[in-house]
Each structure stands twice: as C-alpha cells, then as structure tokens.
C-alpha cells in the first residue's frame, strides 16, 4: 500500500512536470519586456480567452459579455476565463495564473486517466500507464506521411527531432487528418481540459461507489449536480457529454435512484444559461441540428467514412471493438455509456461549427483507449511472443503522437507587447472606463480587448462562430466608420460607444471611407501615437 501511494505520488510530479512543460510551450509571458509569447497554433485561440480573462482582470465584464460584441450576454463558456482573469485581478501574473490552472487541471486529466482503468477493470500500475500513453501520443496514420521517402536511418530521429510543424492540420489545410485528436486542442482550449478532469474526476468517484457497493449521501449527489450544472459554463459540450454519459451510467448500473438527486441541481443551475444562449439566436441564424458525417468529405459513403477514421484513429480502429468484445458485460456496460458520444457527434451538429464536435469524440476516445490499454495488458500478461506483439502495437499506436508532439516542442513563438510596452494599452488601462466601448478595427491579438475593454466589433471570428448577428453589426460599423454628419455620432452614442480608434496607417483588410477632416472638427483627440488616433465621442 504504501509503494502504491509512493509510486503515484511520483507519478503525480512527472505528470505535472510534463503539464507545465506543454502550457508554457504554447503560452508564457516576459516579465522584463512586458510581452505575451504565445505559439503559433495558440493565437486564434488566445486572442479570445486573454481578451475574456482580461475582461475580468482590467475590465468590469459583469454580467459577462463577449469583448469583441459588447450589449448581449455570451453564450460561450466563460469560467476558466473567469477564474484566471481573478487570479490576475489579485496579484498573479497572467501566464502564471493560465498556465498553473491549466496545468493542475492537465496533472489532475493525467491522474484520472490512469486510475479509471484500474476501477473499470482490475488494479493494474500498467494498465493505467497504458491509458496515459494513449492519450498522450494519439493513434493515427500520420507516421505513415511522414516516413514516406525516407529511409530508416539514424538520420531519421533527428528529422523527428526537428520537425518544425504538424505534418497534417486538418480540416483548415485541406486534409483528412485532423489537429484535433492531437495535444495541440487541449493547448488551444485549456477549458477543455478542466471540463475533462471533473468530468472523469466525478465517473471515478461513482464508478468507485458502484464498485464498492457504498451509498453516496443525497447531499453529495446534490454537490456532484451542481458541479455538473456550473459545467456548462466551463465546457457546454462536455456538459452535454455528462448529460447523456452518466445518466447512462447510472441506468446500467443500477442506480436509478441517484438521478434526482444528480439531475434536478443540473437543471436547476445550467437552464438559465441555456434559455440566455437560446434568447440570443434567432431561428434565421441557427445551424442545422442534423449535419451527418462530422468531417468526412461530402458526398457521404460509407467507404469515405471508414477511410477518414482509419485516417484519424489508425490501428485504434479495429482494436477499439476487439477490447470492447474480449471484455466483460459489466465492463463493456461502461463503454456502451461513452459510445452515444461518438455516434451523437457524427451525427449531429450541436455547435455553430460541425467542427466544435471534436470535443466529444475527445471525451469517447479517452474511454475508448481504456479498452485498447486492456489488449494490450491481456497480451502482456502471455509468452514472449505476445509481450513483443504488445510492444509493437503500443509502438504504432503513439508514434503519430509522439511525431505531433515535436511540432509542439518546436513551433514558433509569437511576441506581443503589453502594457506598459505598448503605450497605447497603457493609456486605455489607466484612462478610460473599465466598461469602455471602443469603435475600432478588427485585430484577433487586440490591444483593446486585451486592455480589458470592449472593440464595438472585433475580431468577427469569435461572435461569427457563436452565433452572433454579425451583418446587422458590420452594417452599423461601416456607417459609424464612414460617419459624415453628427446624426450618426448620436446614434454611435445611442450604442454604448464610448470612443473611436483609427489606425494612422490603415491596414490591408480596413477599407472603410474614413472622413478624418469630419472627426478632427466634431470630436476631441484624447489619445494619439505612431500608430493610433484615438477620438472620444
């Protein structure tokens, strides 16, 4: 007992060692020269969760709206954002505060990772390392690209070594491979991996009760909906996942009676929010729900479906129904819970984007390779030949991942100046309003939204994929922009837009007709600079 509790107390340090390696990797932050380092395949993402986190820290976004679409409540899921942008409000530095939590969460997927095997199965340290390495070094076909026209030469590791960039980044390069079964969506989407670690978090303790035959007090059943409710305000996917998942635990697992106690507090807590997301789209705006296929090439076949999987998921493919078959009923209950996940994914479009589905196959393959973790154990546990057969499939399973997590290690980083290197947030920090609207051009790294304070319509992107109405907005944006007469400087007014922010030097991608001579005469310049001229109405 007490060489388990040491080896998983070791275990713990490596897996938060690992964690902190990856967060910072993707995102950190120069003290001395006040500027972000964010990685390549991270500033899409980051531009919007440090403009949220900021929001909180510098600015005043209570009730919560989205910084680049100010005047309605967002729909997206903002709590991790919420609690760094805190932890920054109360002393800790930004990356600090996005990578500790990030971290703890990734250290605390890891350990749950590795202890669900143990209790879906038998107590086994290999079984559940097993389950770590497939999740960490993902099954796939991408090896496959990548040793063609290559030979197998010393030479070869130190290509691995080097590699500079995900050999596939599918669907936005075009290909059938896709990012989002590697580590990079968890480094983009550090919600995701605290909705993850609660999620298994809370299937390990039921699992545990069931196994031992405890009775969980009402009072700790109401505690675990809650939790679940407030989930989907940190990941409303995974949420949805929890939903479906372990209701069907405790239906096939008899324990029918906890489902009032778990399900009325779900309800209770995340229905607001979803009536507050249903508010915002009109029926015009809404995204087919049926979208069959996830992304596999049109026109749908059964042949291209099996292909893009193969693809994706490599020797995974079959070996998934291979462990669901050699396991047991009760076992192979377990599983059953998780495959709605798949199918509901690959059938269904619960998003603005068929591709936001991702996170719930993320969710099934967790569970999925706790099967194919089993395989493996059951071969292990045989002669030599099988334990060599063992290794080798373990070896094919996670050289994709092992090739992806390179591009990792050696992706480039980005610099960006904060305040107070960038005088101008500087200026918008400490000079206007926490609740300041600001009308200006759309920049996914915005020093605006990055200071705290709203861009009237910022990067459209973001409120794009939300399901915001973005045309309605553009139009007001191109009016307001081109303005020429002080009937469209109330209206501006009349929209909450505190001020305006031209570039000296336009941009590519900002063509609007700008009469400066009008703004000069009617406004007064409160802010000027190399780059900005900055108007307050």
């Not at 986190?53 to 919420?82: C, K, Q, T, V």
């Not at 980005?414 to 920049?443: C, G, H, I, Q």
Request: net charge positive; with cysteine.
């Amino acid at each position: 007992m007490k060489s388990e509790k040491t080896f998983e107390l070791i275990l713990l340090a490596l897996f938060f060692v690992f964690s902190w390696w990856l967060m910072d990797k993707s995102f950190g932050y120069d003290a001395a020269q006040h500027q972000f380092r964010i990685a390549r395949h991270q500033i899409g993402d980051f531009g919007l969760h440090l403009s949220l986190a900021r929001s909180f820290s510098w600015g005043d976004n209570y009730p919560p709206e989205l910084p680049f679409f100010p005047g309605r409540p967002i729909p997206y899921h903002y709590m991790f954002d919420l609690v760094v942008g805190l932890l920054e409000k109360i002393g800790l530095r930004i990356d600090v505060a996005f990578n500790g939590l990030s971290a703890l969460s990734f250290t605390a997927l890891l350990y749950f990772i590795y202890k669900l095997p143990q209790i879906i199965f038998r107590k086994s340290r290999l079984l559940g390392v097993l389950s770590v390495l497939l999740f960490l070094f993902h099954s796939g076909l991408t090896f496959v690209d990548f040793l063609k026209g290559k030979s197998l030469s010393f030479a070869l590791f130190g290509d691995v070594w080097g590699l500079p960039d995900y050999i596939h980044k599918g669907p936005f390069d075009g290909s059938l491979i896709s990012i989002f079964f590697t580590l990079n969506v968890f480094l983009n989407q550090r919600h995701l991996i605290a909705a993850l670690a609660i999620s298994l978090g809370i299937v390990y303790f039921l699992l545990f009760a069931i196994k031992k035959q405890k009775q969980i007090p009402v009072t700790v059943l109401v505690s675990i909906g809650l939790l679940l409710g407030m989930m989907s305000r940190l990941h409303s996917m995974i949420f949805i996942g929890n939903g479906i998942a372990i209701g069907l635990l405790l239906v096939l697992l008899r324990r029918v009676r906890w489902l009032l106690a778990i399900y009325i507090p779900i309800i209770a807590v995340s229905l607001p929010h979803f009536l507050q997301i249903a508010s915002l789209r009109k029926l015009q705006n809404f995204y087919e729900l049926i979208n069959p296929g996830f992304l596999v090439p049109r026109p749908l076949a059964v042949p291209e479906i099996l292909r893009y999987w193969w693809l994706n998921l490599g020797i995974a493919l079959p070996l998934l129904p291979l462990g669901v078959l050699l396991a047991k009923i009760k076992e192979r209950n377990i599983f059953y819970c998780f495959l709605p996940l798949f199918v509901i994914a690959n059938i269904f479009q619960l998003s603005y984007r068929i591709d936001h589905n991702h996170t719930l196959i993320n969710y099934f393959l967790i569970v999925g390779n706790f099967f194919i973790s089993y395989i493996l154990w059951l071969l292990w546990q045989k002669r030599l030949g099988m334990k060599l057969l063992a290794f080798f499939l373990l070896l094919v399973l996670t050289v994709s991942g092992v090739i992806d997590l390179m591009a990792v290690k050696n992706d480039f980083q980005y610099t960006f100046p904060d305040a107070p290197a960038n005088r101008f947030m500087a200026w918008v920090k400490e000079s206007t309003d926490k609740r300041a609207v600001f009308l200006a051009r759309e920049d996914i790294l915005d020093p605006i939204t990055l200071s705290g304070r709203y861009n009237y319509f910022g990067a459209t992107y973001y409120p794009q994929v939300m399901g915001y109405p973005i045309q309605e907005r553009r139009e007001s944006m191109i009016k307001f922009f081109e303005a020429n007469d002080k009937v469209t400087i109330e209206q501006m007014k009349s929209e909450g837009i505190d001020y305006i922010a031209l570039p000296v030097v336009p941009p590519s991608g900002f063509w609007y007709r700008v009469d400066r001579e009008f703004f000069e005469d009617n406004l007064k310049t409160v802010y000027s600079d190399e780059d900005v001229v900055v108007y307050k109405l």
